[in-house]
């Protein structure tokens, strides 16, 4: 690693958002695409910086059409129209890479930048074996950099776990070939009644071994009224608020809650007949090819 790096934190720790990121690259108005796509500077440099993240949580080793990320009404878009836009998205998102990778270049490279950057080092680890850990939350890059080992490889994870896949995990524990596979199948940290409910849920996500509770712990599985609800999506937010509303209840959102406040931004601004640089209605022009976008198979 470029011993420069180390000079300044930012290189690594800073973040450049969006807006700034238009500014650095000069866009000021916005392009129109085609008749029915128009993307505004901080569109077009959501579009940059997406690439470049998505390339560098890849084991790739060159930006490709194939890390230009496709939604909103790009989902619907004709031929013509994608193979601008991602031409446009892969010589802007090389350009950003390689100032990112300049020492002396203001833009920071960030944690993924730098092991994406040590990936494509293509370092050898001098290890009789290694043991990973968590392997159904494994980065392509770390994963890759695996696979040019000569040493012995043990993957140690749960297929059924992962949880990173928005960060760009992969589950290696399916995407790997090993000569051997050992169950871990019993937990010491709940009892035979956890584990029998337990295996009931697994059995139905395909999974033919049963998982074993201790025996020395007494366990109970009840009925409850739960007062917390965990949502993994925007949407389901949103509908849990306006449920409790509707039933005359308070309800308190815990969290960070500034992407719901610019989804309604955005609602807003196409409400009124004003473009929107939110990245959930990436290339619409008003609020009713936004409804109309929704009634579609793409965007259900």
């Known amino acids: 690693m470029h011993s420069d790096y180390k000079k300044t934190k930012d290189k690594f720790a800073g973040k450049v958002g969006t807006k700034q990121l238009a500014e ?17 500077p901080v569109s077009q440099a959501y579009l940059i910086q997406q690439t470049v993240r998505r390339f560098a949580q890849s084991g790739d080793e060159e930006i490709s059409d194939a890390h ?8 619907t878009a004709s031929e013509d129209t994608l193979k601008a836009v991602k031409e446009f998205a892969c010589n802007n998102a090389r350009h950003v890479w390689h100032r990112m990778c300049d020492p002396k270049d203001a833009i920071p490279l960030g944690f ?12 050898q680890i001098a290890a009789d074996y290694i043991l990973l850990d968590e392997a159904q939350d494994t980065n392509p890059v770390v ?9 012995q490889l043990v993957y140690v994870g749960d297929r059924y776990q992962q949880i990173y896949e928005w960060r760009g995990a992969v589950n290696a524990m399916d995407a790997i070939k090993t000569d051997a596979i050992v169950s871990l199948t019993q937990s010491f940290r709940f009892g035979p009644e956890i584990a029998g409910e337990a295996s009931r849920i697994l059995q139905r996500l395909g999974e033919s071994v049963p998982l074993t509770g201790n025996p020395a712990m007494r366990s109970r599985v009840g009925s409850c009224n739960p007062n917390a609800i965990l949502a993994r999506t925007n949407a389901n937010v949103m509908t849990a608020l306006i449920q409790c509303l509707d039933e005359g209840r308070k309800p308190h959102l815990v969290g960070d809650n500034r992407d719901l406040k610019e989804l309604l931004w955005g609602v807003r601004d196409l ?15 008003s609020w009713e090819s936004v409804v109309d976008f929704s009634k579609t198979t793409e965007g259900c």
């Open 24 to 40: 650095i690259l000069g866009f000021k108005k916005a392009w129109r695409v085609d008749r029915d796509h128009s993307l505004q």
């Open 68 to 75: 230009v990320p496709r939604h909103g009404s790009l989902l």
């Open 112 to 123: 993924d930048g730098f092991l994406k950057l040590w990936g494509l080092s293509k370092p």
């Open 143 to 151: 994963l890759e950099v695996l696979r040019r080992q000569n040493a």
């Open 271 to 285: 409400k009124e007949g004003r473009p929107t640089d939110v990245a959930d209605f990436f290339g619409f022009t």
